[in-house]
Nanobody
């Protein structure tokens, strides 16, 4: 079955960095675009960044452009989100997502808290 498992979240001070990972299984990872979303307390889940299958074309939500980098390692079936210059407004649960012919799949999320 399809599984997405996020990791790498934590507590960081403003200006700090974190790298999130999403380990994927149960589908041919290299064939599908992958996406990161986030959901802050009391807010709707929002799109953060996407990466295509081949070639690795990327897109970012405006507020994270220049600070976040999405990437993938198809040999390890893993999606990454490198986050730098973090701000308190980046505090959220971060989810990875894949849309397959069989449905739309989500991980359990990883909490990122940015605070001084």
């Amino acid at each position: 079955q399809v599984q997405l498992v996020e990791s790498g979240g934590g507590f960081v001070q403003p200006g700090g960095s974190l790298r999130l990972s999403c380990a994927a299984s149960g589908f041919t990872f290299r064939n599908y675009p992958m996406t990161w979303y986030r959901q802050a307390p009391g807010k709707e889940r929002e799109w953060v960044a996407s990466i295509s299958s081949v070639p690795d074309l990327t897109n970012y939500e405006d507020s994270v452009k220049g600070r976040f980098t999405i990437s993938r390692d198809n040999a390890l079936n893993t999606l990454y989100l490198q986050m730098s210059s973090l701000k308190p407004e980046d505090t959220a649960v971060y989810y990875c997502n894949v849309a397959l012919p069989s449905g739309n799949y989500w991980g359990q999320g990883t909490q990122v808290t940015v605070s001084s």
